[in-house]
Structures are given as structure tokens and as C-alpha cells.
């Protein structure tokens, strides 16, 4: 599996940005992918990006989060503008050998899963 390391989390008022970063190494891997899991609520896709930059988010973030990655550092990067209450959730970077990843973002399509960071927007 990849090993996939998120950092960048924390606490923001809503309205405020945050910007989340993921590390992946370890092995092979086409999508990489950032999903969210609030209290109660089941995992969630937030945004994917295929090996050649096409990017696919969920409705609710779309025109506030960009999902970017640097091929040569094998980083992952979500930067989060306009945060609302909702977004409050942990957030992971997921990683999947699946070339394309399609709508919804389906969390059984990724194998591979960092330990998280946690947003919180107030």
C-alpha cells in the first residue's frame, strides 16, 4: 500500500482558509484522492485528481476547494477557501490504482489511507 502522511489541519472561523497537504510514498498508486468524515456522518469524497491533473469535487465544495499535486515531491495538496461549519470533519488523502475516478467519489474504490487531520470551522 501507500503510505500517505496529511498535515496542514487545524481551527479557522468560518469564512477563513486552511490548506491540507498529503506526502505519499511507498508505492504505485494513479488517483489520489481527499475525503472527510464528520461526527456522525459516514466518509465522504471531497475531491480526486487523476495522473494527467484532471480534478472531480464534491457539489458542496465545488468553487471553494481546489485539489492540486506535485508529481515530483509526490504531494498532494487541497486548498480550502470560503470554510463553513459543515466542512468541519477529519480529513483524509487516500490513494487508488484505479485510472479514473468518476462521480461520486467512491470511498471503496481507494486502498490506501493516511491517519487523518482534523478541520474544524467555527
Known amino acids: 500500500h501507500v503510505q500517505l502522511v496529511e498535515s496542514g489541519g487545524g481551527s479557522v472561523q468560518a469564512g477563513g482558509s486552511l490548506r491540507l497537504s498529503c506526502a505519499a510514498y511507498?508505492?504505485?498508486?494513479?488517483?489520489l484522492g481527499w475525503f472527510r468524515q464528520g461526527p456522525g456522518k459516514t466518509r465522504e469524497g471531497v475531491a480526486a485528481?487523476?495522473?494527467?491533473?484532471?480534478?472531480t469535487y464534491l457539489d458542496s465544495v465545488l468553487g471553494r476547494f481546489t485539489i492540486s499535486k506535485d508529481n515530483v515531491k509526490n504531494s498532494l495538496v487541497l486548498q480550502m477557501n470560503a470554510l463553513k461549519p459543515e466542512d468541519t470533519a477529519m480529513y483524509y488523502c487516500?490513494?487508488?490504482?484505479?485510472?479514473?475516478?468518476?462521480?461520486?467519489?467512491?470511498?471503496?474504490?481507494?486502498?490506501?489511507w493516511g491517519q487523518g487531520t482534523q478541520v474544524t470551522v467555527s
Open positions: 511507498g508505492a504505485w498508486y494513479n488517483c
Open positions: 485528481i487523476d495522473p494527467d491533473g484532471s480534478a
Open positions: 487516500a490513494a487508488t490504482p484505479v485510472l479514473r475516478v468518476g462521480y461520486p467519489i467512491r470511498t471503496a474504490e481507494f486502498s490506501s
